[in-house]
C-alpha cells in the first residue's frame, strides 16, 4: 500500500492556486482520493471558472442540466454531459 492508498478519505484538499477547500466528508465517505481528484479535474475541466468550489463543493450550475460532480453517479455525469450537447445553450448554439 503506498502513501497515496493511505490517504483514500480526505478530509482537506487543496485546489491549487490559492483555492483551498475542505471537503465535505458526508459526500465522499468511502470515496478513493484518486476518484476524488479525477472528480475535481473532471469538475474543473468542464465547469471551468463557473463553477461552483467553495467549501470543496465540485458543481456547474451554469446550465441546465446541473451536474454535482462530487455526488453524481459517473454514468450520470455522462448522461448530463451528453444532454448539454442535445440543448441548446443561451447563445442558441448547440453545446457548449
Known sequence: M??????STPT????????GGVVPERAIAGMPRTEYLLRRLLA????????????????????LPFIDFLRDHPKDIELKLIERL???NVAGEAGA
Not at 503506498?2 to 490517504?7: G, K, L, M, V
Open 12 to 19: 482537506r484538499v487543496g485546489l491549487g492556486a490559492g483555492l
Open 86 to 88: 442535445k440543448t441548446p
Open 2 to 7: 503506498t502513501e497515496r492508498d493511505e490517504a
Open 44 to 63: 474543473h475541466r468542464v465547469a471551468g471558472a463557473g463553477g461552483y468550489f467553495d467549501d470543496g463543493e465540485l458543481q456547474d450550475n451554469s446550465r
